[in-house]
């Protein structure tokens, strides 16, 4: 029942996550945090394998569409948003080491709730906000380090930041972003991947469930992608604060829930 469940939420995570930008992985965490099965660990191993086999099918998409890409701006924040994903990871695997599961799984999801908060607030009145276009690449990647670093800690896979940092920093739309922030969060998934195929998973890791994962992974990404591209960005910003508006709730739930 249980592999069935997480199948379904990765299918519909990645194809909200793969329409609006957010990559899904800011959808599975605190989904999967919710049913409580399995620990923090193996959560981010599932929505690792998730979120890079979603990547590389909207890439692929993304380019048979015509989709071309500011090379300055795409490999800035990407390179940022690896340097700072081993950062992010470094952190976290020390927290986990240092203190039970539920404690980590709180100082997440109420961290996760700030950013989530910040994200759709900013998406919804961003008019009001002085609109920027960073040329210089070492802020650039300086941006995508920072970026990086927290997204990989909360376990979101970067998407909802990545919107802020497009939107805000580089004026692009919500619509034109998706494809920018899909990008980065493959590059930054690169160092998490190779790290699964060299270091043995924990013992409760279930191996029957990466194939389905996958499989619902690339589905689901091609799905988001084809509805990405025929929507209007107005249809693509109402998708993206439905979404944000129910992680926050789930994420609030999950605070109450392991205080």
Not at 6 to 31: D, E, H
Not at 188 to 216: D, G, M, S, Y
Not at 231 to 244: C, E, F, G, H, P
């Amino acid at each position: 029942m249980d592999i069935l469940l997480y199948t379904l939420i990765v299918l519909f995570a990645i194809a909200i996550g793969a329409t609006s930008g957010a990559g899904g992985r800011a959808i599975i965490k605190p989904l999967f945090d919710l049913i409580g099965i399995d620990n923090a660990t193996v959560i981010g191993m599932y929505a690792t394998i998730a979120v890079f086999a979603m990547c590389l099918s909207s890439i692929i998409k993304h380019a048979k569409n015509g989709v071309t890409f500011d090379k300055k701006i795409l490999f800035g924040l990407s390179i940022g948003s690896v340097v700072g994903g081993i950062l992010g990871e470094m952190v976290f695997k020390r927290l986990t080491q240092a203190v039970p599961n539920h404690t980590v799984t709180l100082v997440q999801s109420i961290l996760l709730f700030i950013v989530l908060l910040s994200v759709l607030l900013f998406t919804q009145f961003r008019y009001r906000f002085p609109k920027y276009h960073l040329k210089h690449l070492p802020t650039i990647i300086v941006v995508g380090m920072l970026v990086g670093a927290l997204s990989v800690f909360l376990g979101i896979g970067g998407g909802p930041l990545n919107i802020i940092v497009l939107v805000g920093m580089m004026s692009y739309t919500t619509k034109e972003s998706a494809p920018y922030s899909i990008a980065m969060i493959f590059f930054a998934q690169i160092p998490k991947v190779l790290k699964l195929l060299t270091v043995a998973p924990p013992e409760n890791f279930r191996w029957a469930l990466v194939p389905l994962i996958v499989i619902a992974a690339i589905l689901g990404g091609h799905i988001g992608t084809v509805i990405n591209h025929k929507s209007t960005d107005k249809q693509v910003n109402r998708i993206y604060a439905i979404l944000m508006t129910g992680l926050l709730t789930v994420c609030l739930y999950n605070i109450v829930s392991n205080f």
